[in-house]
């Protein structure tokens, strides 16, 4: 069974930082990409930022150079540095990884951790 848990969402003003996490447990074998997603009320699940095994990132136009995606493959967790923080960045964030497992990669996602940003 793995487990993908994510905190360090909360309420912060706008221009404001806040710090996800992202610590997968279990019969972990390797992780391969993470990501992180959002959803806003209303709107449809959009895809945030990726980091590969070796450490590649993507971002989201609306979020290049305000959001940083890192990982610490020791710990088996990836992080969300996110600065100058929008009103329009809130949502529900969800972390995602690919995993293997013995002979199996499969997709798995965390709970979601709320970031509210008030103007």
């Known amino acids: 069974q793995v487990q993908l848990v994510e905190s360090g969402g909360g309420l912060v003003q706008a221009g404001g930082s806040l710090r996800l996490s992202c610590a997968a447990s279990?019969?972990?074998?390797?992780?391969?990409?993470m990501a992180w997603y959002r959803q806003a009320p209303g709107k449809q699940r959009e895809l945030v930022a990726t980091?590969?095994?070796?450490?590649?990132?993507n971002y989201a136009d609306s979020v290049k150079g305000r959001f940083t995606i890192s990982r610490d493959n020791a710990k088996n967790t990836g992080y969300l540095q996110m600065n100058s923080l929008k009103p329009e960045d809130a949502a529900v964030y969800y972390c995602?990884?690919?995993?293997?497992?013995?002979?199996?990669?499969?997709?798995?996602w965390g709970q979601g951790t709320q970031v509210t940003v008030s103007s």
């Open positions: 980091i590969t095994s070796g450490g590649s990132t």
């Open positions: 279990g019969s972990i074998g390797s992780i391969n990409t």
């Open positions: 995602n990884a690919l995993i293997r497992i013995m002979f199996k990669t499969g997709s798995y």
